[in-house]
């Protein structure tokens, strides 16, 4: 039976989910969300979890309550080829930065294609659930039994346009190279040249507006994010404080105590971006800017049928670096949707539903050799 | 970001931060400036604002009641209840 590692984001009704979070610790779900559902009733063997950064905004994982020691976790794990894939939610490119930095494939699907139904929520505008795999031909096999309508899920396509989209394979002719700047060039280069031995016809343009996403995502995210996260009170489920008096201070107590300082720093940022004095000049502007950048990918993908781009600065980061300013590379498909997929260390973005499409040409990619 | 009304933020959030926290919370909103000058220098004028990537509609669905869980299984995870009742410190002095 083949096995399946899936994030701490993922509910299940066997084992506990805790978001990376103190908030949520011990935490067991009522139900299976629907992919694990999907996977087990497809013969797929759900072979554990994998801890993942609070709420999974983080760089890699760094800011697991559970220890800085957990990041990367999904990497280590496939490297023993016993386990086939991983499933994560991809928030703010996470996993597109660790598969980049391993030498591991991960497929971001389009908006709308795979259940959300189960997850952990953050920022549900842009958050999409993905697949991490040792190559493409697994990474295509699992996204294939996970995506499909579900009724659960409001914000899904058809079942026929779900399962297009995983499975079209029209092949990708002619790239577009983004200019971005990142140490990870090499990587951009020998793709380039893998391409080109496809016979792929490549031509590098400016970023434009895309160079933008980060921007703009930073705000919806943190935005979605600090109401997502309003429920964690204390009350209901999850972690308690013991130093109370009143339910003020039960309120406060638990969710300064059980949460991190990256979490607590986004909350207030995206309740600041929510508030009366900046809504219409934060908040308003960065969904116009979503838009604007939505169109600028349409008129790329009028000329090309993908668009080739750095998925990290560096190959390994420092304490220094944070998630709000390397997810420029990620941003761009967390904002507008569109389907992505890291391989060789390098990002591809296709058109909506060429999730297919791109995971064949990283097929043909990987024939060239690492 | 004035200090004042990082405490007003912190307050609204239910979250209190030492001042360390607070210095690099401070920080990082002087950082997130610049994304302000990136989305500013776009211009937006003519723009409608997106809040769906996708052209998703909102979906509907009959109004018809199901009992998914028990009382018991919601409150499997909560921290404190007594005689199936979510328990919290007294509101009323």
Redesign the interface.
Known sequence: MKKIMLDQMILTDCCPTNAGSKMLDG??G?FNATVVEKLKEAGYEIAGKLPVGEFAIDLVGESCFAGADKASAAAKTLENDTVMAHIALDVNGAPRRVAAQNGLVFAKP???TVSRFGMIPVAC??ECVGVMARNAADCREVLCTIVGKD?KD????TDEVCKNAAAAAAPVKKVAVLKMPTDANDKIEATKAKMAANGIEICEIDAG?I??A???W??LMCAEL?NNV?RY????????TKN?????E????S??EA?G?TL??A???G??VL?TKNYM??Y?????????I?EAFAGIFADFDAVLLPAVSKMAYTEKDSA??ENAYTAPAS???LPAVVTNGVQLIGP?FSDGALLALAEALEKEGK | MEKDTLLLLEKVNQLSLSESERDTVLGFFEKRECDMEKLNAIDTENVERMVHVLPINTVVREDVAKKLFTRDDLQKGAPETMDGFWQVPRVVE
Request: proline letters at 0%; a positive charge; glycine letters at 8%.
């Open positions: 935490y067991t009522l389009t908006y709308g505008s842009g009724e409001g914000t899904m396509h507006v160079a933008s980060n921007a703009a930073n705000m600090c309003s009170d204390g009350v209901k489920y999850g972690y308690r109370y008096k009143n339910l003020d039960l309120y406060t107590n969710r300064t949460f300082l607590k720093t909350i207030l940022y309740s600041d508030s000049a934060k308003d502007k960065a969904m116009r800017v979503r838009r604007v939505v709000f300013e904002v507008t949707g909506a």
